[in-house]
């Protein structure tokens, strides 16, 4: 399988700490990509970041990436009750896209 | 949301009988997925669909078969249904760009009983 991994697989924070989370990856990628989902619905696409990019910034979301290690990290500061979902890692290498297991985030009122 | 409609939403039916799911854009995009998604799994790709006719096996495609015969359309069937089919069916759509994020449905919920 090409499919990423998500660690941790859970998270439970307080309202106000940061959330960081964690997506390795197998194959070489043309880029990576952040999803959320809350439950029972879609998932909403969060930030891109491209293979040749090491850092991308939007709003509260810290993302990094690093091809030599295959590996990504999502940074959810000063994070809400209205995180608490599910969050993926997407690679993007042919077309086709391979998402992670996923990371369950609950943030605590 | 980005007109991306899904149904029927949820499906009872019985093992050995066929399936038929539907995904409807208004968008025009060009590449349009289905994917399962299964506690432990993530979400896996079955096929997808990159114009009307064009399709490709993804990760998981054994059992479910596809069809494009106009842009907004992309259907999905599982000629005879097994209880290793139930799961939560999404399609997603992508526009030509390169670097073009998925945009989401709503969501199926398939149990074969």
Redesign the interface.
């Known amino acids: 399988?090409?499919?990423g991994e998500e660690d941790p697989q859970a998270l439970s924070i307080q309202e106000g700490e940061n959330a960081t989370m964690n997506c390795s990856y197998k194959t070489s990628i043309?880029?990576l990509?952040w999803?959320r989902q809350n439950s029972?619905?879609?998932?909403?696409?969060l930030i891109?970041i491209?293979s040749n990019e090491r850092e991308k910034h939007s709003g509260r979301l810290r993302v990094t990436l690093d091809t030599s290690k295959k590996s990504s990290s999502l940074l959810i500061t000063a994070s809400r009750a209205a995180d608490t979902a599910s969050y993926?890692c997407?690679t993007d290498a042919t077309?086709?896209?391979?998402?992670?297991?996923?990371t369950s985030l609950t943030v605590i009122p | 949301d980005a007109g991306i409609t899904q149904s029927p939403r949820h499906k009872v039916t019985e093992t050995g009988t066929p399936v038929t799911l539907r995904c409807h854009q208004t968008e025009n995009h060009r590449?349009m997925?289905w994917?399962r998604q299964d506690p432990?799994?993530?979400?896996?790709?079955i096929h997808?669909s990159?114009g009307v006719k064009d399709t490709d096996k993804?990760?998981v495609s054994d059992g479910y078969s596809v069809s494009r015969s106009k842009t907004e359309d992309f259907l999905l069937t599982l000629e005879s249904a097994t209880s290793s089919q139930t799961s939560v069916y999404?399609c997603?759509i992508r526009g030509l760009a390169?670097?073009n994020?998925?945009?989401?449905?709503?969501?199926t919920r398939l149990t074969v009983l």
């Open positions: 399988s090409q499919q043309n880029n990509q999803y029972g619905r879609g998932l909403v696409h891109l491209r993926f997407a077309g086709q896209f391979y998402f992670g297991t996923g | 590449y997925y994917y432990g799994h993530g979400l896996r790709l997808y990159y993804g990760e999404f997603a390169v670097y994020e998925q945009f989401f449905g709503p969501g």
